[in-house]
């Protein structure tokens, strides 16, 4: 049982360059989330899927985009990285929107 | 303002010692979460407390709410130096939707 699980863990990227971060959670939860974190900051959720084939924005969903691919896995697309983005994303999961949740290990992004 | 916010910002205190952080929200809620990030990594869920609950207990964690108030604090009695971490509170968005989460409290606990 793995919990949450993130790839990659490292990235750098130039501007302009795309990637995927990929999630995954094997606790047959319902409710995905993608955050950022940024230095000395709380979480900002960027967006997130309530249940399987629903995506929703969140507070700052500019510049990215998200696929729900199945019950388990949620991913984060940055199109066209920017510096803005660098950042520490976080991937979470939870039964349902508004229960406790689970936290994957991050992936820290540098967008040179 | 944000929706959840804690206090004090950061906390520094002896290990042994009781450390206490607030975290004041606005909108009605059907519970608030408490959870803690050890440096570098991801959060944890230490306790949630439904609206309806006063006070909560798990471990030397101890929770209360006061709805009245908007406001929630977590106590930590006789703290140890492996409870450095940041503390976070996560309030709703609104009623029954998903979290938002506050700054945090960076609390060290000096050995």
């Known amino acids: 049982n793995a919990g949450v699980t993130q790839t990659p863990k490292f990235q750098v990227l130039k501007t302009g360059q795309s990637m995927t971060l990929q999630c995954a959670q094997d606790m047959n939860h319902n409710s995905m989330y993608w955050y950022r974190q940024d230095p000395g900051m709380g979480l900002r959720l960027i967006y997130y899927?309530?249940?399987?084939?629903?995506?929703d924005k969140g507070e700052v969903p500019n510049g990215y985009n998200v696929s729900r691919l199945n019950k388990r896995e949620f991913s984060l697309r940055l199109e066209s990285a920017a510096p803005s983005q660098t950042s520490v994303y976080f991937c979470?999961?939870?039964?349902?929107?508004?229960?406790?949740?689970?936290f994957g290990p991050g992936t820290r992004l540098t967008v040179l | 303002s944000q929706q959840g916010e804690e206090d004090p910002q950061a906390l520094s205190i002896q290990e042994g010692e009781n450390a206490t952080m607030n975290c004041s929200y606005k909108t009605s809620i059907n519970n608030l979460q408490w959870y803690r990030q050890n440096s570098g990594r991801g959060l944890v869920h230490l306790i949630l407390?439904?609206?309806?609950?006063r006070e909560k207990h798990s471990g030397r964690l101890r929770v209360t709410l006061d709805t009245s108030k908007k406001s929630s604090s977590l106590l930590i009695t006789a703290s140890r130096a492996a409870d450095t971490a940041s503390y976070f509170c996560a309030t709703p968005r609104g009623y029954g939707q998903n979290f938002v989460f506050g700054p945090g409290t960076r609390l060290s606990v000096l050995p």
């Open positions: 407390i439904r609206s309806n609950e």
């Open positions: 899927s309530a249940s399987e084939g629903t995506t």
């Open positions: 979470a999961s939870s039964e349902v929107t508004y229960n406790e949740q689970f």
